[in-house]
């Protein structure tokens, strides 16, 4: 079988590399670091551990029951949407020196005394450590898990105990079995009012909480998977069970226990209950001696690897590897992916936040696959949908730096096109209309009911075809434009030729009935940047057919050429959107004109328009809060950077730093007041305020080149652009200091 092939080739490669020594974490930069302290107790956000294929949520002990996911393997259950589905969770350990459970012990600092956990970015692992005494029985604790960076369907948590007495212990390693979240609501239908209606009577709420939680909004429940054979074997410390997400695809997962050497095993039973399935075990431990267990842990999907019997072939087989040659694997692999990077000099702050935001991203994507991560990566937040974030936001940040991932985003695109085209048809336009909210294993709509009017925020199809032309661009593949970019980008210029309105008074192309990007402004008529998204869309189209050979339908010039781009003449700025509708509402963005700004749209206006586009929207942020989207303001970021404010360029990066980011780990939330974390747009967004920003590069047909003069905020020394890709070689790019001090780019070609 196929599936079990891909297995084997992972069982292979285990076999092939050589035996490593001994792995030990050694002094990294603190630009790479983020740890946790006691002081974190109260207001822990946990972080996750993936490799873009599956995931673990972390912990404040580092053992606790996690909920863990797959990329789009997801829930359908009947009159709700589309949810990731929490497979078991499989990093759990807990431990017993006779005075309780360690995971069901109160979090104290004087119970656990000494603590620390440390994200090292660079290596990709999670390191936890403390001294564990209730009542009596000291013990020090370290634990160390990973997900597997170069062996995608491998994980493992190490846990070492130093008990400070002699005497029996009990540790028990699961698989937790999550049963579905109560109450679920029928999400297919339900209005904005009846949702918060039904949130309310069920006893919880949709209120900021003061405290960061992962939870803030209860709709955002994870799925369900069911499982339908499990089983174990005490002997041979193993453990298994195959499962299946509600009306979707087949998972499985497998354990592998490795016992120290020496240790005097008293019993390991096998315990089998509604919500686990572990192998517990007591031992006779010594006083000042360490003992070290290791939990092998294998994970597939229903095409993608095997079935149980196959994954506990692979856990079993990564135990004989050994833990420290599956980790020296998994460092290499993160190593070898931060060869391309950003590097702050004099900003330790920011260079902390710049590595956060690329390891979250590259943590959930992927390359060689056909798979975009939902907005929310490996969590059930926003119910793991795929948005333009993927497009708009990720695939940008990852083009220079990762193309081979970049280019699962727009595979998916081309993966989906079906969907796409019957949706069209379903609108009555013509070619291809993908959703607000894609499925991300089927491509389909599932955008809840309550945000019913979000399907007229259509610029999505816009940002699909300029991210596919994106590629093209920075790869010069032409064969790739001719099989898979040119009919995407095709049956999207066909469908704004079908979906515009020609004002034949005015003789110019409309777009009426359309969501603006400040979603408060639904049905709303030529929102300004939805119609210059696909006027760019339409021109991408008529230069791709000439590259694949195609004949271009001439209409897709005409319109773009022609294309409404509402203008205040007197104000010599923009409109959001045509001036027949008020600009009136009090919302979190105020404005859209700072999208205008975005690096791969590039409206074309003169300084002066430019200059009053922004200060407009700063005065609508001011008008209306001044609680922005993060995302408005890395458009901000590079507003001021094309203006030459360097000063506004550092203010901007700064404010980027606080509120959005929740300790201990730095997991973006995508306003500073909201906890619904995990938002990849919003550190995909802050990297490109680097790339884009302040380099001054664009990818557009000429190349890469800057289109304004680098820019360097007040006190900082340089940024270097490490490792970007571009039409088969690489350079370092550096925005630094010349003469006088004024910013200047260098690029040197490896």
Same mark, same amino acid.
């Given at each position: ?518 979603? !408060?402004?639904?049905? @709303?008529?030529?929102? *300004?940047? +939805? /119609?210059? $998204? ?6 991408? #189209? ?120 929740? !300790?201990?780990?730095? @997991?973006?939330?995508? *306003?500073? +007041? /909201?906890? $619904? ?6 550190? #995909? ?66």
């Amino acid at each position: 079988m196929k599936s079990r092939g891909l297995v084997f080739s992972f069982l292979f490669a285990l076999v092939l590399v050589p035996c490593a020594p001994a792995f030990a974490q050694n002094a990294t930069d603190p630009g790479f670091l983020l740890t946790a302290t006691a002081k974190d107790f109260g207001a822990y956000f946990p972080s996750y551990l993936a490799n873009g294929y599956f995931s673990t949520m972390t912990s404040v002990r580092g053992t606790e029951p996690d909920r863990a996911y797959m990329v789009a393997f997801m829930d359908y259950t009947q009159g709700d949407i589309s949810r990731p589905a929490a497979i078991p969770g499989w990093s759990e350990v807990d431990y017993n020196p006779g005075t309780g459970w360690m995971n069901s012990t109160r979090l104290d600092p004087e119970i656990f005394s000494g603590y620390s956990q440390t994200l090292n970015m660079h290596d990709g692992t999670l390191t936890t450590n403390y001294r564990f005494t209730y009542v009596k029985n000291p013990t020090d604790v370290k634990v160390v898990t990973f997900v597997s960076q170069a062996d995608p369907h491998l994980a493992a948590t190490q846990i070492s105990i130093t008990p400070q007495f002699d005497g029996k212990v009990q540790l028990k390693f699961p698989f937790r079995l999550w049963s579905g979240h109560q109450p679920r609501f029928p999400i297919d239908s339900m209005t904005g009012d009846g949702m918060i209606d039904a949130v309310i009577a069920s006893g919880q709420n949709l209120n900021d909480k003061p405290i960061p939680t992962p939870d803030r909004a209860p709709v955002w429940y994870p799925g369900t998977t069911t499982i339908t054979n499990d089983g174990g074997d005490a002997k041979q410390l193993t453990l298994w069970l195959d499962g299946q997400a509600v009306n979707g695809l087949k998972m499985a997962e497998a354990a592998a226990i490795a016992l120290p050497r020496g240790l005097k095993v008293e019993s390991v039973k096998l315990e089998k209950t509604p919500d686990k399935l572990s192998l517990d075990i007591v031992a006779t431990v010594r006083k000042g001696k360490s003992y070290t267990f290791t939990k092998y842990v294998a994970a597939s999907r229903q095409d993608w690897g095997g079935d149980a019997k196959a994954d506990l072939e692979l856990a079993t087989r990564a135990r004989s590897a050994g833990f420290d040659r599956l980790l020296a694997r998994h460092v290499a692999a993160w190593h070898d992916l931060w060869k391309a990077d950003i590097v702050v000099d004099h900003d330790e702050a920011v260079q902390r936040a710049l590595h956060s935001d690329l390891y979250y991203i590259l943590s959930n994507t992927t390359a060689n696959t056909a798979w975009a991560m939902g907005a929310c990566a490996l969590t059930p937040n926003y119910a793991g949908h795929v948005f333009w974030d993927s497009d708009s936001w990720v695939f940008p940040a990852l083009l220079l730096l990762h193309p081979e991932r970049a280019k699962s985003i727009v595979m998916f695109r081309h993966r989906t096109m079906q969907g796409a085209r019957e949706r069209a048809a379903q609108y009555g336009a013509k070619g291809l209309m993908y959703p607000w909210e894609s499925d991300p294993q089927k491509g389909v709509d599932v955008t809840p009911h309550f945000a019913y009017g979000v399907y007229r925020e259509i610029h999505v199809n816009a940002d699909i075809a300029i991210a596919q032309w994106q590629y093209y661009l920075a790869t010069g593949d032409r064969d790739w434009l001719k099989q898979y970019g040119w009919p995407v980008i095709e049956g999207i210029a066909t469908f704004w030729k079908s979906r515009v309105t020609y004002d034949r008074a005015k003789d110019r192309y409309e777009i009426l009935h359309v969501t603006s990007p400040d979603e !408060a402004y639904d049905d @709303v008529p030529n929102d *300004t940047f +939805t /119609n210059a $998204a696909a006027a760019k869309a339409l021109r991408i #189209a008529t230069k791709a057919a000439a590259l694949v050979g195609a004949k271009p339908d001439p209409a897709w010039a005409e319109i773009a050429s022609k294309m409404y781009i509402p203008f205040d003449e007197k104000a010599q700025r923009h409109y959001d959107f045509d001036p027949s509708v008020p600009h009136d509402k009090i919302t979190w963005m105020g404005s859209s004109l700072a999208w205008l700004m975005y690096p791969n749209l590039d409206l074309p206006m003169s300084p002066e328009v430019r200059r009053n586009d922004f200060d407009f929207q700063l005065q609508a942020l001011e008008t209306h809060g001044d609680n922005p989207n993060e995302m408005m303001m890395v458009m901000l970021t590079v507003g001021a950077a094309e203006l030459g404010d360097a000063q506004a360029v550092g203010d901007w990066i700064h404010r980027n730093l606080v509120g959005f980011l929740k !300790a201990p780990f730095n @997991v973006r939330t995508e *306003t500073a +007041t /909201n906890n $619904a974390g995990y938002i990849l747009a919003t550190s #995909a967004g802050f990297v490109q305020s680097f790339i884009y920003g302040l380099s001054g590069l664009r990818i557009d047909d000429e190349g890469l080149d800057p289109k304004y003069a680098p820019i360097l905020p007040p006190g900082w020394k340089s940024v270097t652009l490490r490792g970007i890709a571009f039409r088969g070689k690489h350079y370092d790019v550096t925005v630094g200091r010349g003469v006088g001090g004024k910013a200047r780019l260098t690029r040197t070609e490896e």
